[in-house]
């Protein structure tokens, strides 16, 4: 015994005390450990961007994140994302940090617009200076869904046919026969040619009292066109006096001044409970919201769709159209959703718009994925090509991190949130 202690006064302590090979201690850095364990710990994806958080699978090192920069850089080919997880994951936080950040590091340079169907991001607006539209049945604040975009741009008015027929499809529950889709595609596409704004209710009056040319381009009777085209007068006719009333039936109210700051909010919450009209709501305005922000800007846009199932239940087709010209216009787009089948679930299987809303999730190359449930775990590994050790991570994160997919790479970040970010993006204080 007084052999070994002092052989151990003598050389630096050891690690146990235990018979057999001895190893002294030693430090080292990431960088040496990584030499020794070149696979086990991953690269960062860089600086560029805000900060988000730790990157847990790269030894806890700062995670930053920004679509337009890992663009730029090779890393993504589209910018736009989607955020899925439980309540209480932690997505919510996390949106809110990533776009209060974006603000604070790019200033002039970002943009944010949201599309908000609870409420929960009228504080936010409020704290950093951005616009809110507030609509309501009879409220003050109307869009017009049938804006055009600004310049000479003819796919212009096929977007706002697509529009059109999704709304009415929507209201009547099935796919508009060859007869209904060409009266109103006419209808839109007339109305588009005289160079004025119209509406819908502009709209459902051309229907109504069809142009002789338009009867005979039919080859029908007066008569049999008035029957062919009233379920499509009684679709319209309940979006504009009951389903969109006060909230898209006439001209926008919204002045352009919003243009000028950081950013937009528009409140559906009046709505957030009516499950008929919710889908059609969120369709029209996430319609409306694409309009104007896809114009010539030096603004990179973040653009949110909160509940993004409502979005795609009646438009999956137009609205994965909005998406893919994301690149073309500047925007990143990102779908919040708790499940990863809340998207794909709302076309019955097999039809051609399930097919669609699934291609959706494809088509969106940075998945981050939160906390999931155990019986979405195989359809998340289905729909995101997770990895079996990333699919059972998807089960088993934490409050505030989660599973980042940025093409076939995936990693686990941590959001880190300063004490006023925790106070002001809890989702939770009614509860606590």
Excluded at 29 to 35: F, I, P, V
Excluded at 309 to 316: I, L, N, P, Q
Aim: include cysteine; glycine fraction near 8%; charge should be neutral.
């Amino acid at each position: 015994m007084s052999e070994r202690r002092s052989d151990a006064g003598s050389r630096p302590p050891l690690v146990g005390s235990f018979r057999g090979l001895r190893i002294e201690r030693h430090r080292a850095t990431m960088a040496h450990l990584a030499s020794v364990y070149p696979f086990h710990v991953d690269d960062s994806l860089g600086q560029a961007g805000p900060y988000i958080g730790v990157n847990v699978t790269a030894g806890m090192g700062g995670f930053y994140f920004d679509p337009f920069a890992l663009y730029v850089a090779g890393v993504l080919t589209n910018p736009n994302m989607i955020v899925t997880g439980d309540i209480g994951s932690g997505k919510s936080a996390t949106v809110k940090a990533f776009l209060r950040r974006s603000l604070a590091v790019h200033g002039s340079r970002r943009f944010v617009a949201i599309l908000d169907p609870k409420g929960e991001y009228l504080p936010f607006a409020h704290r950093h200076g951005l616009a809110v539209v507030r609509l309501r049945p009879g409220g003050r604040d109307r869009l017009n869904p049938m804006d055009p975009r600004s310049g000479d741009d003819s796919s212009d008015v096929i977007t706002r046919q697509s529009l059109a027929t999704a709304l009415v499809a929507g209201v009547l529950g099935r796919p508009l026969d060859a007869t209904e889709d060409a009266l109103l595609g006419w209808a839109v596409a007339n109305l588009a040619r005289t160079g004025h704004p119209f509406t819908l209710v502009d709209v459902t009056a051309a229907i109504t009292d069809p142009a002789d040319e338009l009867i005979a381009l039919s080859r029908r009777t007066p008569l049999e066109l008035a029957q062919a085209a009233t379920p499509i007068v009684f679709a319209l006719d309940k979006l504009c006096s009951r389903t969109l009333a006060g909230m898209f039936d006439g001209p926008t109210t919204v002045g352009e001044q919003w243009a000028s700051g950081p950013g937009l909010v528009v409140d559906l919450s009046a709505v957030y409970n009516d499950h008929e009209a919710l889908p059609l709501v969120m369709l029209a305005a996430t319609s409306w919201l694409s309009t104007v922000l896809q114009r010539d800007s030096d603004q990179r846009v973040l653009q949110v769709i909160d509940e993004a199932w409502a979005a795609v239940r009646h438009g999956a087709r137009h609205f994965q159209g909005s998406l893919k010209l994301a690149r073309t216009y500047g925007v990143s787009t990102i779908l919040i959703c708790h499940r990863p089948s809340d998207l794909t679930a709302q076309a019955d299987d097999g039809t051609a718009d399930a097919k669609i809303a699934a291609g959706l999730l494809s088509d969106i190359q940075t998945r981050v994925i939160f906390r999931q449930p155990i019986d979405q775990v195989p359809i998340a590994r289905e729909l995101f090509a997770l990895t079996e050790r990333e699919a059972t991570w998807a089960s088993q994160l934490v409050r505030g991190r989660a599973l980042w997919k940025l093409q076939t790479r995936g990693l686990v970040a941590h959001t880190v949130l300063t004490a006023d970010e925790m106070a002001e993006f809890d989702t939770d204080a009614a509860m606590s």
